[in-house]
């Protein structure tokens, strides 16, 4: 994987030929010592009086180069170049774009002369260089005076960007040999030549942005997708049971809270139903901050909710001694009891929400919504939010569309699919699919730019603990609010690296969150997110579904702390990846 510079796109580019050839780059095999720089202003070009260069790659013996990248539909007649853009807009230049580039790559090098100092300018003044124009929507086959082909890249190298760079070092070796005959190994530049040449091309352009406002900015951007999310809801009015179902990310939450209002506004008498206790308790502080005539009749767990009627009815069984008992108890005589509790109470509630619904959707646990709602789950008033593919984490095996069939079952039910991800940043999206192989219905992820994934290799806990803390230390430096981050472990606090952490006040989550950095296993934390979240203490991605919620969990800003075995594993995860997409 090359060093991208910048290492996110800026939201201005709006070329999509020029995104998909960072994304190539970024995630090249084999070009770890690689700096490509992208959109590289600069000031003192030779024909215009402000130039720039798609790309510029520096590659350890191989050289400096100089890409145009054109997307769309090309043509050349008459000397003249026509570029037509995905909408059918087209546009008409004199100039190419092996003339841009090759204008670009001497102003580059004469740009640099004017900058090295004594100890390195042997290595501008012959460092070997080069230009090619890529077309990755196209097969380009034309051939001019001012190109050759093994000057092009097109639609048939794929992705292969790490390919065309050798090819396009070989043929600019080749010509200069048979110009000036063997070429002088000083010509081949090193890593750390690359090293320089990028730390004095790079302030021309790459003033970095602050990692609190990329945060800002990308988290900005997301919340204005959100809205578009609450155009289904218009759609839902005329049903009274739906089923609306999506990945994580796609503002189910939000969206269960805004039926919530809209049925409390018209007087109806709602429960709103979740697994997750952390999400309850988050759900109720939020509702607490509503005026009464928005406020749910009930708002919590649906565990709580049995556990309230069976008591009100004491009803309520004995809590088992047995850890291994626990299970009957949640899935049997608790509902048992709820049941028996309902047929004299009955018909609590004119409507029933349901967040998380995959993990409620059991024989036992349907039956007390039943009960507890007029007209039963069959004719009542319902809706339900869930994802059925990756965060169906308690339903022992059965796989989200048996969970449905149930519902089926019983009743007729609108379906309603979200689809896009108004949570997490296109950066964190690729991630998730690296790692769990999930890819979102019709593809349709975000298209909010962030930061980069980190990865943050440890060999042991202490090592981890270090560099957590090293990390943590980088994030508050750079004005990242401390409630702003959370720490998410497959372990419990005692077993994670979190609780060989002394000098930060890290507690664990719960509500109000207060203004500290807060510590949650990573199942207790389905259902909610954080600007930043930090997974630790990853020996492995083997549980992709629990990958998934953890990754998941992160709007903008996302660390993970892996070990050395979990790299390994996770380089193999990205070439399948790669080679998915080929």
């Known amino acids: 994987m090359a060093i991208m510079i910048p290492s996110v796109m800026s939201p201005e580019i709006k070329s999509n030929a020029e995104r998909k050839v960072f994304e190539w780059f970024q995630s090249a095999p084999g070009t770890d010592k690689w700096i490509v720089l992208h959109s590289l202003g600069i000031a003192t070009h030779n024909k215009v009086i402000y130039g720039e260069t798609d790309f510029l790659v ?109 090819r396009l070092a070989r043929g600019v070796k080749s010509k200069w040999e048979s110009l000036y005959g063997p070429i002088n190994k000083n010509k081949l530049p090193d890593a750390s030549d690359v090293k320089y040449m990028a730390s004095i091309l790079r302030k021309d352009f790459d003033c970095a942005v602050p990692l609190n406002v990329q945060l800002r900015h990308a988290s900005e951007e997301l919340i204005s997708l959100t809205k578009e999310q609450y155009r289904c809801l218009d759609q839902l009015d005329d049903n009274p049971r739906c089923l609306i179902h999506g990945p994580a990310g796609t503002g189910k939450t ?114 007390v919504m039943s009960g507890c709602l007029k007209k039963g789950l069959s004719r009542g008033s319902w809706t339900m939010f869930g994802d059925f593919s990756m965060q169906a984490i308690y339903t022992d095996g ?44 019709n593809n349709l992820w975000t298209k909010v730019d962030g930061p980069p994934v980190n990865y943050i290799t440890w060999s042991n806990m202490r090592e981890q603990s270090k560099k957590l803390s090293l990390l943590l230390d980088k994030l508050l430096n750079q004005n990242i609010k401390p409630e702003a981050i959370t ?46 979240v930090i997974v630790t203490d990853i020996e492995d991605f083997d549980s992709d579904k629990l990958m998934y919620v953890a990754l998941s969990r992160a709007r903008t800003g996302l660390f993970i702390l892996e070990t050395d075995a979990a790299k390994k594993e996770y380089d193999g995860l990205l070439m399948r990846r790669i080679l998915n997409e080929r």
């Open 398 to 441: 059965i796989v989200g569309e048996q969970l449905i069939e149930k519902l089926e079952e019983i009743t007729s039910f609108i379906r309603f699919k979200l689809t896009i991800n108004c949570r997490n940043t296109k950066q964190i999206c690729r991630e998730i699919e690296t790692i769990t192989s999930f890819q979102p219905p």
């Open 254 to 367: 939000l969206l269960a809270i805004e039926e919530v209002k809209k049925f409390v506004a018209r007087g109806e008498k709602v429960a709103m139903f979740c697994f997750n206790t952390n999400l309850a308790d988050w759900l109720n502080d939020y509702f607490n901050d509503m005026p009464e005539t928005l406020r749910p009749k009930y708002v919590g767990t649906f565990h709580k909710f049995m556990t309230q009627v069976a008591k009100d009815a004491d009803l309520l069984p004995s809590y088992p001694n047995k850890q291994e008992d626990v299970q009957q108890y949640y899935q049997v005589n608790l509902p048992e009891a709820a049941i028996l509790s309902l047929l004299e109470y009955g018909d609590l509630y004119d409507v029933i929400v349901i967040d998380e619904a995959q993990d409620l959707i059991k024989d036992s646990y349907l039956e």
């Open 487 to 532: 720490i998410l472990s497959p372990k419990k606090r005692e077993d994670s690296v979190v609780s060989m952490i002394g000098n930060y006040v890290i507690k664990d989550f719960k509500v109000p969150i207060g203004k500290h950095i807060v510590f949650s296993t990573i199942q207790g934390y389905k259902g909610l997110e954080n600007v930043v």
């Open 58 to 166: 520096l590659a350890p013996q191989l050289g400096v180069f100089a890409l145009e990248v054109k997307g769309g539909r090309v043509k050349r007649e008459n000397g003249i170049w026509y570029f037509t853009n995905r909408y059918g807009k087209t546009n008409s230049k004199v100039r190419g774009p092996f003339e841009q580039a090759k204008d670009g790559i001497f102003s580059i090098i004469e740009a640099m002369k004017g900058r090295v100092d004594a100890e390195h300018r042997h290595i501008v003044s012959n460092v070997l260089f080069g230009h090619g124009v890529m077309f990755p929507d196209i097969n380009y086959d034309s051939s001019g005076i001012d190109e050759e082909q093994w000057q092009v890249f097109d639609s048939r190298d794929g992705m292969d960007v790490r390919h065309f760079i050798n």
